[in-house]
């Protein structure tokens, strides 16, 4: 059974800092992993989409890298802003039967950028 | 090309009254996916369905909850005889196909009182 851990939960970082957050998943048969940002009380914003052949996909100050054999995936986030604070979720989905590709989500960091 | 809609945004429902709650994904996308947020938990999957085909329902409890997405108009995402437990964010996502990227609309606050 997949799971998706994200630590640390939560995060404060003053304005300007380059940061990374860290997402760990205990099956490497992977389809492809997800970033989400969900905003209080909102839905979720995909942020980068990364195919299990992939090693990193980029959009603008994000880039997000994947190490399939260890299980991991991070978000670095370059000259963090106060307009990105919100939580940051990570998914992955894995072939199943009937070829499903459900989503299995982490908690989440909720992130504070402080001005 | 509008994002998923989910409508009604908030619903308020009383022990024991059903709740339905509507999906359309956005146009083009035939995979249609529901999602379950519990106050203090993570998303977790309830169903997949495809055009008036279920593929997955190994998240759906057992009893109370069923989901269908017909040939024509939204999926819907229906719950009988609501208790408080059911009271969560629930998420539908849409995608063009098998592993492609999922979008998810705004979600719908299910209050049962």
């Known amino acids: 059974k997949q799971e998706v851990t994200q630590i640390p939960a939560a995060l404060s970082v003053p304005e300007g800092e380059n940061l990374v957050l860290n997402c760990s998943f205990t099956d490497s048969a992977i389809y492809n992993l997800q970033w989400f940002r969900q905003d209080p009380g909102k839905g979720l914003t995909s942020l980068l989409l990364i195919q299990s052949s992939q090693r990193e996909q980029t959009s603008g100050r994000l880039n997000a890298s994947l190490d399939k054999s260890s299980g991991r995936s991070t978000l670095y986030i370059a000259a963090s802003q106060p307009g990105d604070s919100a939580t940051y979720l990570c998914?992955?989905?894995?072939?199943?039967?009937?070829?499903?590709?459900?989503?299995?989500f982490g908690k989440g960091i909720t992130l504070s950028v402080r001005p | 090309n509008a994002g998923v809609m989910q409508n009604p945004r908030h619903l308020v429902r009383r022990r024991g009254q059903e709740a339905r709650l509507r999906c359309s994904p956005m146009?083009?996308?035939?995979?249609v996916y529901w999602y379950r947020q519990l106050p203090e938990e993570g998303l977790k999957f309830m169903v997949y369905l495809q055009k008036e085909n279920i593929i997955d329902e190994s998240g759906m409890p057992k009893e109370r909850f069923s989901a269908e997405f017909p040939k024509e108009g939204p999926s819907i995402l229906r719950i009988q005889q609501v208790v408080r437990g059911d009271s969560a964010a629930y998420f539908c996502?849409?995608?063009?196909?098998?592993?492609?990227?999922?979008?998810f609309g705004p979600g719908t606050r299910l209050t049962v009182t």
């Open positions: 998914a992955v989905s894995n072939p199943g039967t009937g070829a499903n590709s459900k989503l299995t």
């Open positions: 146009k083009g996308h035939s995979h």
């Open positions: 996502a849409s995608s063009p196909g098998l592993g492609r990227e999922q979008y």
